[in-house]
């Protein structure tokens, strides 16, 4: 019977270790009230004028926080420069040449800075206000962001090459990958709508459009006229056809076999995802509870909280 109970502690603690590991239930969404009341509104300043002078940096902003969280969570590691002794995240295959809104970051760290008096508001939080009132700047709703991450101290080049999913993947590979967060099936589509903002390279879905049947032919013969066989990787197609509107176009898009990329039109491709993405294509209202839902449980995946990790003086690098 000890043995018994003592695998029965050890089993109960490993758990408790990977919840923690895996997500918080310690943010709280008027964490800066005290300590610098302004620091949300200074943030939504900067980026209204950030995402009006650029409508794509919205969508930007927004593909900074997850591709934050997916890497050793939500911890600001995405804005960690390469150094000596850290092989920063940027360098990452789906984050080379590819991620932007850094500039951005810079300012909003700056101004918020200036407003608290001292450096109190995280990179990490910084990014996730960002990504909502991007979002919101875009058409779409808001929800309540919670606060209180630290930043960390690592950046993980390899860590982002395994953990950032490809355009490429199976609705199998994707479900695996969100599973590896704590995300769920729901989660996965729900997140997926954030391609109903912005813009991808030739290099990530030229294979479809040349190769898959999954897809509407005058479709197909459009993007064809963008992104040749061979040559022009860089030029550019929008994630949906609505592509300046945080709206529900993605889904009815994916409906109508106009996914652009390959991991998007497998999740509505004859499988266990189908009736959600026909769900939220003719109903925003379930679309957008859900998402602000997701996007508030991707946001709490591994942060750094009380002592851990730090709040930088610079996103770009430590302290």
Same mark, same amino acid.
């Given at each position: ?170 609705? $199998?590979?994707? =479900? ?5 967060? !704590? *995300?769920?099936?729901? +989660?996965? #589509?729900?997140?997926? &709508? /954030? ?53 529900? $176009?993605?889904? =009815? ?5 106009? !996914? *652009?990329?390959?991991? +998007?039109? #497998?999740?509505?491709? &004859? /499988? ?48």
């Amino acid at each position: 019977m000890a043995g018994g109970n003592g695998f029965a502690y050890i089993f109960l603690a490993m758990v408790v270790v990977l919840l923690a590991a895996t997500s918080s239930d310690a943010l709280s969404t008027t964490f800066y009230n005290g300590v610098c009341p302004n620091a949300l509104s200074t943030i939504k300043q900067v980026v209204t004028a950030a995402v009006n002078s650029d409508r794509r940096m919205g969508a930007s902003l927004l593909r900074l926080h997850f591709h934050d969280c997916f890497v050793n969570g939500c911890d600001g590691s995405v804005l960690l420069d390469s150094t000596s002794t850290i092989s920063g995240e940027k360098g990452a295959g789906g984050n080379f040449n590819s991620l932007r809104g850094f500039d951005v970051v810079d300012r909003i760290k700056a101004a918020v800075d200036r407003a608290c008096g001292r450096p109190v508001v995280s990179c990490a939080d910084i990014l996730a206000v960002a990504a909502r009132d991007s979002v919101v700047q875009l058409g779409g709703r808001s929800w309540n962001v919670e606060l209180g991450r630290r930043d960390g101290t690592t950046s993980s080049q390899s860590a982002a090459n395994n953990a950032l999913p490809g355009p490429g993947l199976s609705l $199998q590979a994707l =479900k695996a990958n969100f599973r590896n967060v !704590g *995300l769920n099936e729901q +989660d996965l #589509v729900a997140l997926s &709508g /954030g391609h109903s903002i912005g813009v991808s390279k030739c290099s990530n879905f030229k294979s479809r459009i040349y190769t898959e049947t999954n897809i509407d032919p005058n479709f197909a013969r459009n993007l064809r006229s963008t992104c040749p066989r061979t040559g022009g990787d860089n030029r550019l197609g929008p994630l949906d056809t609505s592509a300046t509107r945080f709206d529900t $176009q993605y889904f =009815k898009d994916l409906v109508n076999r106009r !996914g *652009l990329l390959h991991s +998007d039109q #497998v999740l509505f491709n &004859g /499988g266990s995802t189908d009736a959600l993405v026909r769900r939220y294509s003719t109903n925003p209202a379930a679309f957008a509870a859900d998402f602000g839902k997701s996007m508030i449980k991707m946001g709490k995946i591994r942060v750094l909280e009380g002592r851990s990790g730090q709040i930088r003086r610079n996103c770009r690098r430590t302290n």
